[in-house]
Nanobody
Framework: QVQLVESGGGLVQAGGSLRLTCTTS????????MSWYRQAPGKQHELVAT???????KYGDSVKGRCTISRDNARNTMTLQLDSLKPEDAGTYYC?????????????WGQGTQVTVSS
């Protein structure tokens, strides 16, 4: 069983930067994808960014140009850097890992970390 632990949330000023880290309890089997999602009260669950085991990256439209996702497989960590924060970036950020075995995907989620953006 893969466990994910997020860290780095909290109160951040608008215009500032946010750095979140997700640590997995074990190394992920390949292929896999690690992602950040977020959810604000009353809003849909939203993809922030995804990084595949191949290195391919995808960013959500609302964070393009101010977001960087990276991973360190040796340390079992994934990091999200979000700059030029806006009030609408506030919400609960969730780490997700998806692995595939025998064509069957397995999804794992962290508990979430709260991000508050002060204006």
């Amino acid at each position: 069983q893969v466990q994910l632990v997020e860290s780095g949330g909290g109160l951040v000023q608008a215009g500032g930067s946010l750095r979140l880290t997700c640590t997995t309890s074990v190394s992920l089997t390949n292929p896999n994808a690690m992602s950040w999602y977020r959810q604000a009260p009353g809003k849909q669950h939203e993809l922030v960014a995804t990084i595949l085991s191949s290195g391919r990256i995808k960013y959500g439209d609302s964070v393009k140009g101010r977001c960087t996702i990276s991973r360190d497989n040796a340390r079992n960590t994934m990091t999200l850097q979000l700059d030029s924060l806006k009030p609408e970036d506030a919400g609960t950020y969730y780490c997700n890992a998806t692995t595939v075995s025998g064509l069957i995907p397995y999804d794992y989620w962290g508990q979430g970390t709260q991000v508050t953006v002060s204006s």
